[in-house]
């Protein structure tokens, strides 16, 4: 099977400016550019034009006060919002643009014009909480997008893979029976959240899932939680979009994290995800990776298997296994097995 990929790759995301020592910096761009030509897709990538989120898109997530004042403190130039988030006098606009352009994707999937999407976004977004950015990330560009999803009732299903917890996506959904939120992350590491008790409360209730792994975990670990936790619940939810947070700082090479997945890994976790998505109706969104190398070849090795859970192996690093983890999933799959009863 052969589709259309499309893809926001723009210029304009090179202008959130976070100073050149910082490792969430304008140069991932060019790594990600260097990836998505290398996947061998180039007959069918068609490009997203960027546009800015309206007032009222970014609302569905974030507070108007937090948005101001976001606006605010960028419109001064240099600052930070704390000591990992730095802002520019450009951050704020890139920010919009990055959001308006993750909700253009779905209306162009939604209009049939493409069968899966990959945003290389700058910045990033998971861990914007809807009051607060914070750990690279200003607005929550996954959070807005599947919650304009949810807004014309969607159910909408967010795999987050980045070695990092998302604590502003978890945040924002944690109540909100109508997104459900798969998390594998490492353990312990920043921010400290994403217990595997943390299954959401209220309407939300049993619509989180946190999968926390020790560092040196292999590709093999991801794939049987995958199979043996989370299938079952995607199952259950019976989700109308798959949204993946496309963190690719669990690459063993990162230098931020201590997971050990190989771009090979990342090619069949993305294509494990990728069979739970109706067609038409799957995203990826750039979050993490600080490994120039990693970045690129992860992105070459996944963004087939957006298309075809099958599509041809590109050159790529083998597959992991045999590190820590297995007591985890077994945890987890214990609990949620106990909560169907």
């Not at 802002?87 to 606009?93: A, E, H, L, N, Q």
Request: proline residues 6%; charged residues 20%.
């Amino acid at each position: 099977m052969r589709g259309v990929l499309l893809v926001a790759s723009d210029p304009i995301f090179e202008l959130h400016d976070t100073g050149r020592h910082h490792p969430e910096n304008a140069g991932r761009l060019g790594a990600v550019n260097e990836g998505i030509a290398a996947a061998g897709l180039a007959d069918a990538i068609v490009p997203i034009p960027v546009r800015d989120a309206t007032r009222a898109e970014l609302e569905l997530v974030h507070p108007g006060a937090y948005l101001d004042a976001l606006a605010a403190k960028c419109a001064l130039g240099r600052g930070h919002l704390d000591a990992d988030t730095p802002t520019s006098i450009d951050s704020y606009r890139v920010a919009v643009t990055a959001a308006g352009t993750s909700i253009a994707a779905l209306e162009m999937l939604r209009a049939g014009d493409g069968d899966a999407a990959f945003l290389a976004l700058r910045p990033p977004g998971h861990h914007a909480r809807p009051s607060q950015g914070m750990g690279f990330c200003l607005l929550n560009n996954v959070a807005i997008a599947a919650s304009s999803l949810a807004a014309v009732g969607e159910r909408v299903l967010v795999v987050d893979i980045d070695a990092h917890h998302g604590n502003g996506t978890q945040d924002t959904f944690f109540t909100d029976g109508r997104v459900f939120y798969v998390s594998f992350h490492e353990w312990p590491l920043y921010p400290g959240t994403g217990r595997h008790d943390e299954i959401g409360k209220g309407d939300g209730e049993g619509t989180t899932c946190n999968l926390p792994l020790p560092a040196g975990a292999t590709g093999d670990i991801y794939l049987r939680a995958l199979d043996e936790v989370v299938e079952p619940l995607v199952e259950a939810f019976a989700p109308t979009w798959v949204l993946i947070s496309a963190g690719f700082d669990a690459h063993r090479a990162d230098p931020l994290t201590g997971l050990g997945l190989s771009a090979g890994d990342y090619r069949a976790i993305t294509a494990r995800i990728a069979r739970w998505a109706k067609p038409g109706r799957i995203a990826a969104f750039l979050e993490g990776g600080y490994d120039l190398g990693a970045l690129c070849d992860s992105v070459a090795a996944s963004l087939p298997c957006l298309l075809d859970e099958n599509a041809p192996v590109q050159p790529d690093e083998r597959e992991t296994s045999g590190g820590p983890g297995f007591i985890v999933v077994e945890a987890v799959a214990d609990m949620w097995s106990t909560r169907r009863g």
